[in-house]
Structures are given as C-alpha cells and as structure tokens.
Nanobody
Framework: QVQLVESGGGLVQPGGSLRLSCAASGIVFSSSVMAWYRQAPGKQRELVASISSGSTRSYADSVKGRCTISRDNAKNTVYLQMNSLKPEDTAVYFC?????????WGQGTQVTVSS
C-alpha cells in the first residue's frame, strides 16, 4: 500500500521559513519522480517543485530562488525548504510520487503565511 505522509506545515510570518517533509512507503522511492504541489482556496492545484530520480530539479517561477527541493533515498523522504515566505504562498501543500507504475498523493499539509 502506497503511503505519502507530509509534515512540517504551520503558521509562519512573512519572510519566514519552513521545511516540509514527505515520507514515502510502498513504492520504489529511488525510481520515483517526487514533487510538491500546492492548492490555495478557490484555486487549482499547481506544481511547486519536482525532483527526478537523478536529482534533476525544476521549480515554478513563483518560488524560484526561494525554495529548494531535495531527496534522501536512504530515508525515502523528499523535502521542500521554503524561505522568504509570502502571504501568497499560503496553501495546502501536497506531496506526489510518480513513475510508470504509480501516481500517488499525500493528504497535504497546511502552510499559512500571515502576520
């Protein structure tokens, strides 16, 4: 059974930082493209960042320079370090694991940026 469990969300002031984690089980993690998406109220889910099995990274323009995605294959975990957070970063953040055999989602973790 595939499980993706996100953690690390919370309330942070503008300009602050958060580190999201996503622990995966039930998949061959090292073979998966891992990604973070987010969905704000009333908006469509959007891709924030992704990292391939070979650690090639890509970012949405809105977070480029402020976020870093990384993976630890030994821990089956993907991370999203978010710095210089803005109110518009407020959303539920979802972890995604994708390969030719699976496309799985976590339950999401809330990130709220507010003073």
């Amino acid at each position: 059974q595939v499980q993706l469990v996100e953690s690390g969300g919370g309330l942070v002031q503008p300009g602050g930082s958060l580190r999201l984690s996503c622990a995966a089980s039930g998949i061959v993690f090292s073979s998966s493209v891992m990604a973070w998406y987010r969905q704000a109220p009333g908006k469509q889910r959007e891709l924030v960042a992704s990292i391939s099995s070979g650690s090639t990274r890509s970012y949405a323009d809105s977070v480029k320079g402020r976020c870093t995605i990384s993976r630890d294959n030994a821990k089956n975990t993907v991370y999203l370090q978010m710095n210089s957070l803005k109110p518009e970063d407020t959303a539920v953040y979802f972890c995604n694991a994708r390969s030719t055999l699976w496309n799985s989602w976590g339950q999401g973790t809330q990130v709220t940026v507010s003073s």
